[in-house]
């Protein structure tokens, strides 16, 4: 092994994704509920479908719609 590597010529990954951005958000019990057990069934991490479903709605620019519960 070297002591010392040259990464002057060194290029990003084009394929590696972006990392997203850490945030924290206080969400229902029941809301994470949902989501941990729709995630289950389609087998990806619930964190996963969380952003899936936000990232969605950015897309498509839905609008909220207050609904009572």
């Not at 206080?26 to 729709?38: A, C, I, R």
């Not at 964190?47 to 009572?68: E, G, M, T």
Request: glycine letters at 2%; hydrophobic letters at 35%.
């Amino acid at each position: 092994m070297r002591e010392e590597y040259d990464f002057s010529s060194a290029r990003k990954n084009p394929y590696a994704q972006q990392p997203g951005k850490q945030v924290a958000v206080n969400v229902d019990v029941s809301v994470v509920d949902y989501f941990k057990s729709e995630a289950k069934k389609n087998g990806i991490p619930y964190q996963a479908l969380i952003n899936l479903y936000l990232k969605d709605c950015a897309l498509n620019k839905r609008k909220f719609s207050p609904v009572c519960a």
